[in-house]
């Protein structure tokens, strides 16, 4: 039997109705509204605008005093502006991007916004992250992901998407996702900080990758003593920002995690 237009929209509707309960009524109209962007202006040439959480995800990487810093999937290249914007003159950023269409972008975000100062000490590459534990380990002395995920704002938004929407796709997500996760782990340098974010809903693209992370690898370290964010909800292995308690900001979730060993 061919697949209803609607289906998408009731299974979307269902499986977040089931994992938020009475909140998610009060959670889809926040999520429908048109986001508010905030003005970042540190060490940047003119005003760049994103979301108060996505900031807030960006901050909460302790960066070293010197060394390298690798912003493992960067477009289009906000949080980069803000590691850029933090880091201290003696590191540097790797901005990545695999799609070549986003990195561009990436390049002329960075070319727009970055002061030439701070920008000679950010190089873009196009490596797949996923594989990156291949070629260098124990590399980085911070690393941010902004995984690639559901980002169901979006969905919510696009008529298309919503109808072709199938609980699948959170699965198959969460697969890239610990790819991610796990090969950076590798890549991440011992005593060093990693901090996994993404825009989804479900605990399965969010704090379920965290604990498989957990469970692998004897030297991980969860920091969870005190929010970054007053409207942050607390979560097993990181924090959520949603906007029906943050005035409109996120979804973002993120979970700052340290490499024992120094």
């Not at 992370?213 to 607390?234: C, F, N, Q, R, T």
Request: net charge neutral; aromatic share 10%; glycine share 6%.
């Amino acid at each position: 039997m061919a697949k209803k237009k609607s289906d998408g929209s009731r299974l979307f509707h269902e499986f977040y109705s089931t994992l938020y309960g009475t909140r998610w009524p009060i959670l889809r109209t926040a999520l429908e509204q048109e986001p508010s962007g905030v003005a970042w202006s540190t060490n940047v040439r003119e005003p760049y605008y994103l979301d108060r959480a996505s900031i807030t995800a960006a901050f909460a990487l302790p960066l070293p005093e010197e060394g390298k810093i690798l912003d493992m999937c960067a477009a289009p290249g906000g949080k980069s502006l803000i590691l850029a914007g933090r880091m201290s003159e003696q590191s540097m950023l790797v901005s990545n991007e695999y799609s070549q269409d986003r990195r561009k972008r990436l390049q002329t975000v960075l070319d727009q916004f970055l002061e030439p100062s701070v920008r000679s000490r950010v190089r873009i590459t196009g490596h797949d992250a996923s594989r990156w534990s291949r070629y260098e380990q124990n590399a980085y002395e911070a690393i941010l992901i902004d995984a690639p995920c559901s980002s169901e704002r979006h969905v919510l938004s696009s008529p298309v998407h919503l109808s072709q929407w199938t609980p699948a796709r959170i699965k198959n997500l969460a697969h890239r996702q610990w790819s991610l996760v796990s090969g950076a782990w590798l890549v991440l340098k011992a005593g060093g900080y990693m901090v996994y974010s993404t825009c989804a809903l479900s605990p399965d693209e969010n704090d379920n990758v965290i604990e498989k992370l957990h469970l692998k690898y004897p030297d991980v370290e969860i920091l969870s003593d005190g929010a970054p964010d007053m409207y942050a909800d607390k979560t097993r292995f990181g924090y959520h920002i949603l906007p029906d308690t943050a005035s409109g900001a996120g979804p973002i979730y993120f979970s700052i995690i340290h490499k024992k060993g120094e």
